[in-house]
């Protein structure tokens, strides 16, 4: 497995987000996580990207111990989180914010060469290259987070909640997107409320429920699983 998570926790002050959680990703696979609010999915996220701390438990990426690192350092790994919100830099333009995502790269020729296969991407930003980000729209920005996230040149791409807020028609479009970019070599693990449009994205899913994984399965099974559907698919 390129990720293994085992035995994680979690504590925010007294409370524990986490109750020792484990999970696996595969080099090349979509893997979603889903749950209601409070389940624990962004902390999990945060955890893998060292943004918050565990308390207990091991993070081993490619047999390399996330868990002992810094943040930065897990990105010099590959590991590159998009967060949830986008939280793009609004007074810097699209060109600007694509060059911070490369911060941890030196080779100007591949970095060119990434932002070139990110344009052809997403267009879009292409033609709003030398816009400030706080003057895109919603889809836009987030499609912008994205390839930020892209320009670090990752080996796993941790997506929190990249649908929220945009219209059903952008959602589909950057889902087809993300399929783009796993069959470009990228492993993606996908925070997401759409349970529906993650699990027809992903190919394996985990449902956590207040700091627990509580399911585990195939998406085709979860798509399938009727107190799944009830829960998460809207019946």
Sequence with gaps: MLLEIRDLRVKYGNV???????LSVGEGEIVAILGANGAGKSTT???????VK?????????????HRLKPHDVVREGVIQVPEGRRIFNTLTVEENLSLGAFVRTDATRIAKTREW??????ILRERRDQLGGTLSGGEQQMLAIARGLM?????????????????????????????????GVTIVLVEQNAKAALKLANRG??????NVVLEDSAEALLANPEVRKAYLGG
């Excluded at 996220?45 to 943004?51: E, K, Y």
């Design 54 to 66: 565990s308390s207990a438990g091991s993070i081993e990426f490619g047999g390399r111990a996330l």
């Design 45 to 51: 996220l945060m955890a893998v990207s060292r943004i």
């Design 118 to 123: 990110i344009y052809e991407l997403f267009p």
């Design 152 to 184: 670090a040149e990752p080996k796993i791409l941790l997506l929190d909640e990249p649908s929220l807020g945009l219209a059903p028609l952008l959602v589909k479009a950057i889902f087809r997107t993300l399929v783009t970019i796993n069959r470009a």
């Design 206 to 211: 985990y449902i956590l429920e207040v700091g």
């Design 16 to 22: 524990e987000a986490l109750h020792g959680i484990n």
